[in-house]
């Protein structure tokens, strides 16, 4: 296809931004590193070549578990765990553990939850289970959950940037347990530890740590249904919580059920080092939401894009997406609305202005872009920029095919 001068003109890509993000690591997982880490930092406080079980190893181990349980304000009687494969081994340990006691209800608006559900229903095969579901960007209603259920939800939904506004919705006085995959959200959004029993996040997430360890942290009600319910099922060893009907305590002192990377535990003190030393959990969450808020301020100021969760409340400051409503892209069918979104990441990339900022592939097609603490304000603000111009390069590019 030929064009005109002038229509030539109009399709011509933009130029570039002048500045770049200092780091253009905005994954939303495994999530960008600390400022300032350094690989041979870690090396240096990790117990290489040595037995997770031997003392000073274990001592580390405990120690990530007692300061992740200090930066949190987990309350007195509360356990802390580390577990095997990340967070989703210690949310399904959870419910293999525990779930099939009172009914379950089930609150899916996002793709992790609905993967909690499909086991619920598929996999335990439990005899009343709910789900109460919402689309992408949305919240199913919270106040439909049932005093005496059980119930499973992600606080933040990491693929849909939608995150439960409170705990509200939890009843004081509940007779169920809930289950919270807060992978997204610890340290970067004010958790209601009374409200929550069993809770589970991995160190990939907004620690900004190494992925394949997960962390679980029970309520004494979680630890009484432990103790007190034994499921109809056979569990693997790595879900075994229990033997002879009383909590393996070493689970929640430093005797992992099986080998940790110790490279990975020392990432995890490294974290914690940063966390602390920036001022805690008020600290980190401050960050979070100063990214938030950039971000969304060039959205609101922005035709072409809006956040993909339109209720303010409910939007989260970690996993921010991004939804694009440019007449010219809204009009295309999906797949090419994917391949534009595509070619606008590609861009990025080569240009080393952001990686891996694609919207999740189960998710409408959009961005997808990391605002936990661990990112400076400043890379979200050079970052917009950049996605003005791979915006205006893609459309260019698609009006010349």
């Known amino acids: 296809m030929s064009h005109s001068p002038a229509e030539a003109a109009l399709t011509a890509a933009p130029p570039k931004p002048d500045s770049k993000p200092a780091r253009p690591e905005f994954s939303s997982g495994p999530c960008p590193k600390r400022p300032g880490w350094n690989a041979e930092a870690v090396v240096a406080k990790a117990y290489l070549g040595r037995s997770h079980r031997a003392a000073k190893p274990k001592a580390q181990i405990k120690e990530a578990i007692d300061r992740i349980a200090g930066i949190l304000g987990v309350p007195e009687g509360y356990r802390v765990g580390i577990v095997p494969a990340s967070d989703t081994g210690a ?19 996002e793709s992790f939850g609905q993967g909690w559900a499909t086991d619920a229903t598929k996999q335990l095969k439990l ?25 499973c939800f992600t606080w933040n939904g990491t693929t849909s940037g939608a995150r439960v506004p409170n705990a509200d919705w939890i009843a004081a006085d509940r007779e169920g347990l809930t289950f ?21 996040f991995s160190w990939q997430k907004a620690m900004g740590g190494e992925a394949a360890h997960g962390v679980l942290i029970l309520s004494p009600r979680a630890v009484e249904r432990l103790e007190s319910y ?4 056979p569990l693997p060893k790595i879900f075994r919580l229990t033997k002879g009907g009383k909590l393996i305590d070493g689970v929640f002192t430093g ?25 805690g959990l008020n600290a980190t969450m401050a960050r979070a939401n100063a990214n938030a808020t950039a971000l969304q301020d060039w959205m609101d100021a922005t035709p ?32 090419a609305q994917r391949a534009f979104v595509k070619s606008m990441t590609k861009l990025l990339e080569t240009e080393e202005a952001a990686y891996d900022i ?3 592939r189960d998710a409408p097609p959009g961005l997808r872009i990391w605002c936990g603490s661990t990112v400076d304000t400043a890379d979200i603000e050079a970052l917009t920029a950049w996605l003005d111009w ?6 260019a590019d698609l009006g010349t095919a």
């Open 91 to 109: 949310f399904e340990m959870a419910m293999w553990s525990m779930l099939g006691a009172r009914p379950v209800d089930m609150l899916v608006w």
């Open 127 to 151: 005899d009343d289970v709910r789900v109460l579901t919402a689309g992408y960007g949305e919240l199913p209603d919270l106040n439909d959950v049932r005093k005496d259920a059980d119930v």
């Open 180 to 200: 919270c995959d807060a992978t997204s959200a610890v340290f970067a959004q004010d958790m209601d530890w009374s409200k929550l029993d069993v809770t589970t």
């Open 230 to 233: 034994t499921p109809d099922r």
């Open 255 to 279: 005797a992992t059920i099986n080998t940790p990377s110790m490279l990975c535990v020392a990432d995890c003190i490294d974290a914690l080092d940063w966390m602390d030393g920036i001022g």
């Open 304 to 335: 072409w894009v809006e956040n993909l969760v339109s209720a303010p409340e409910a939007r989260s400051n970690t996993s921010v997406c991004l939804k694009i409503v440019d007449p010219a892209i809204g009009s295309l069918d999906e797949d």
């Open 358 to 360: 694609g919207g999740y």
């Open 390 to 395: 791979a915006f205006e390069t893609a459309k």
